[in-house]
Each structure stands twice: as C-alpha cells, then as structure tokens.
C-alpha cells in the first residue's frame, strides 16, 4: 500500500481508536498498565482538555524533558490534537543544554521526571530557573527563559513552583467536548507538531520542525515496510525523545492499530522480560542494545519465538549480530532503517523478505512515496548506480526547516526541495543503498579525499579488533592526518605500530592510520551516535596538536 494519509496526529487516532476499539494500544509490563485504543484515546483527549484548561493554545511550544513514562506517549497526541508542539529533549542534558533547548524553543511549559541516571531534574532546573522556588500562585516569571509559565511534574508528590501531572489534567474538568473539537478543526495536517533537537555533530543543536504529515505517513510507511498489522505487538525500548521511538515506535504501530509495548529506560533484561510476557513480534534498538540483549547470562531462558520483526538502526550492525538477532531471537524478518531527523527520520528501509546479505551491507531502498538520488559532491549533478556521493532526498519526509534558523535551513534544503543528508552513499542498481560516511568526517590529507568508513571497514578484518573508529587531526604538513581509535576484543592486545603494519601494502600509504590509540568506549549521543568530534577534541589534547588547525 502506497497512498498518503492526510490526517492530522489527533484524527488518526480518533480512527484508528474507531476501527480497533478493543485492541490493546499501551502495556506498561512493570506497571501493570493496559490500555485499548479506545481507553488510550479517551486518556489523550482528556489529557488534551487539561492542557486547554491550563491555557495551552494552537502553536504553543511544551518541552518534555524524561524517558519513556506513560505521559510521554500520551502527551505525543494530545499535544497533537490541540496544535501545540512537543519539543522533545535528550535525557542525558544537563542545565546549560536544558537552557540553550527551552530559550531556543520558546516552551511556555516544560513537563518532567524526577531525574535519569546521574542527573536530578529538579535540580538542575532549579538552577535554570531559581525563580521556581518563589514561585506563588499564578504564571513562572523567569529571568533567563521569559517564554516558560509552567512546569508539570511527572511523578509522585508536587514540587515546588509546579503542577503536578493529575492537577493539571483536572483543569480540564470544565473544557466541554464541543471547546476540544473546536479545537481540533482549526488544525492543518501541514502545521508543525513536533520539534526534536538534532544530536549537534557540529555547532549548537537545531530544533527541526516536524508537521502531522512527517511524522503520520512515515510510521505508516516504516510499519509497511514491517508488513505491521493490528496483531503486532512491540517492544519500544528506544528513547521517545528520539524519532527512533516516537515515529518508527509509536507512529508505526499507531498507524496500523498494533499494540505498543514500551520500556522506560533500556535494560536488556527488562526488554527480554517484556517479549517474552507479552508475546512480542517485533523489537527495535540500535545494535549495542541487541548485543547486550544477546549477551545477557539469562537470555538462553527466556522464549523469544513470538519475534517476527523489528529495526535495528543508529550505526552500522556487525553480520554476527544479525545472524544472532535472526537465529536466536527468532526476527527472521528484522529491518535495518536508515535516516535523519530532518527527514522525520526514515529515508531507506531493507523489507522483511530481504537476504541476510543485503541487511547487513546496505542501508536497503528508498520508502514508497519518496525521492531519492545520489549527487556529485563537486557539481550537484545526478550520479548513477555505483558512484559515491551524497545523498538527497525529497517529499512528504521533508521538515519544515530548523527553528528561527533560516539560513541553516536553506543549507539543507535546496530550492527544488531536496533535502542535502551530508550523508556520503552509494546506490546500486537495484536501488540498494549503502552509506559510505559523512561529507564532514572525511579527511583531507595533502589534497587527498580520504573517506573513514572505507579503513573502517578494512581494519574490522583484523582477528583482534573488536570495533573502530577512524577521524582526522589537525597537521601543520598535510593539513590532517589519519587516527584510529579501537576497541579490542576481549583479553586481546594489540600495538600502534602491529596495526600500521596490518595495513601496509594493503592499503594505500596515506589511508593508514598515523596515530592508533586504544579505547575501551566512545563518547556517545543519548540515541547511540557515536561523535566523532568529541574523539577528535580528545586527540587533539592528548596529542598537543591545538597549534596545528
């Protein structure tokens, strides 16, 4: 099926709540919580008359700042259905992140938890916000964020200066029927509904504008390429505050009446628990989260044979994972996804009856109803199959543009409406499509293109080394020089020089690595992005080379 759905967020829930009323849309298994689409559509509509009772309008920006809570997905649509925009921030931020994202934003609200891992909420935004703890009745006024009025606690209890979650849901105690549809008619499939904070490879995070349209038809279009019905059932232990969980998650399995079955912060074991419990046929997470599943001491007890499907995605996946994924937890038809947020996120897909071969070498073709070409970087012109060179892509997954940042934008989408990746890919002739870096990553050495997938992929031959990352340095003779930092596999050893030599006569001289050094770990974003340019910063200290840019 290849035709666009032209509903808003709220009007597709409204149908699919009709047609599957009975089915389960939401189990919480430690919680204990059900709900059916009829249950979970009456929760988001009185969850959306609480934001109206509260003062919330068309437009407004609401920040959610936790992991993946039950309010956050109920958030998601009823947001949606009153036009106000749910700007999503990265749990792992701390206070000066957590500034830059609600002045940037202009959020009048920001919803949160107590705290994720090391870091207490409250008390960070206390520190943004000291005006919090004087705070009488009425709106915040704050110095450093003049747009924020409000703060919802998500949680147990009522923190100073806030409403608590259910206090504000009863607001809209007094909002009729007729005010919410009200409401919801004056609302464009077009408008902006969701706003996510790029990872900021380089430069300050860019609010990327996301409408009903992005986000609807492509969890429709991601769930097809899953062959998703209304008997699916899956497990979401990716971050909600990332597309990866609340498009190829929730917005797949919503689009198609299936059963979400969320996981509040990753645990393998907890994932493993849920499959299991609820029968799960499909499970999404990047390849660390699959590794770590596989690896768990328990993992050879729990019967995983209800899983058919589901996506791995955020980095290049290792062919003994897939095979394990496919054999030992039963996903035959598991899917690789390719994408960015810009493109809300999905651009390319593998299918379900793909070879194992091409799910692991390639990023699969492009979803239906989508543009796709590969450009010389030079010229801008059309490649064919089999050349390098960026990839672009163009229709219904296209942003807006990035927040109060016009110019950003009009880098990323041309004039026709391509949307520029600054992915470096090469498409085969069957319309495969595999990512060979990124145009920023590759390094220029004495005049030299050199792309850092390329040795990658060449030094994962090598028995002892377990992963890989390859980045430029700053040089005063070549203007950069070639670094390696490895991950070796376990109890193995390794030197600088025995891996320069590993490369000799192998490949060319001024692809192998000048400096090797050995890691136990990479700098990491929250949604498994590996940042090359924190690797870099390091090396550059380390290395003394700060004179050498």
Known sequence: MSQQIDFTVGALLDDIAARFPDNEALVYVDRGLRYSYRQFNERCRQVAKGLLGMGV????????????????????????????????VNTSYKSAELEYILRQSDSSTLFLVQGFKDTDYLQTLGEVVPELAQKGEGELLSAALPFLKHVVFLGEGTPGGMLNFDQMVELGAGVSDAELAAAESGLSQHDVINMQYTSGTTGFPKGVMLTHHNVVNNGFNIGECMRFTEKDRLCIPVPFFHCFGCVLGVMACVTHGSTMVPVEIFDPLKV???????????????????????????????????????????????????????????AGEITIAYGQTESSPVITQTRTDDPLELKVSTVGKVLPNVELKIVDIESGLELPPGKQGELCT??????????????????????????????????????????????????????ENIYPREIEEFLYTHPKISDIQVYGVPDRKYGEQVMAAVVLKGGMTLTEEEVQEFCRGRIANYKIPKYVRFVDSYPMTASGKIQKFKLREMAIQELQLEGAE
């Not at 997905?73 to 106000?84: D, N, P, R, S």
């Not at 628990?273 to 999404?284: D, F, G, S």
């Not at 997954?397 to 004039?415: C, F, N, Q, S, W």
Request: glycine content about 10%; aromatic content about 8%.
């Open 57 to 88: 309008k068309k437009g407004d920006h609401l920040s959610i700042w936790a992991y993946n809570v039950p309010e956050w997905v109920v958030l998601q649509f009823a947001t949606a259905k009153i036009g106000a925009v749910l700007v999503t």
């Open 394 to 447: 163009r229709g219904y997954l296209v942003m807006k543009g990035y927040y109060k940042m016009p110019e950003e934008t009009a880098r990323a989408i041309d004039a026709d409406g391509w949307l520029h990746t600054g992915d470096l890919a090469v498409m085969d002739e069957n319309g495969y499509c595999k990512i060979t870096g990124r145009i920023k990553n590759m390094i220029i050495r004495g005049g």
């Open 272 to 330: 493993l628990q849920a499959i299991e419990k609820e029968r799960c046929t499909a499970v999404h997470g990047v390849p660390t989260m699959f590794i770590a599943e596989l690896e768990h001491p328990s993992f050879g007890s729990f019967d995983l044979t209800s899983l058919r499907t589901g996506i791995m995605a955020g980095s290049n996946c290792p062919i003994e994972v897939m095979r394990r994924v496919i054999r030992d937890m039963h």
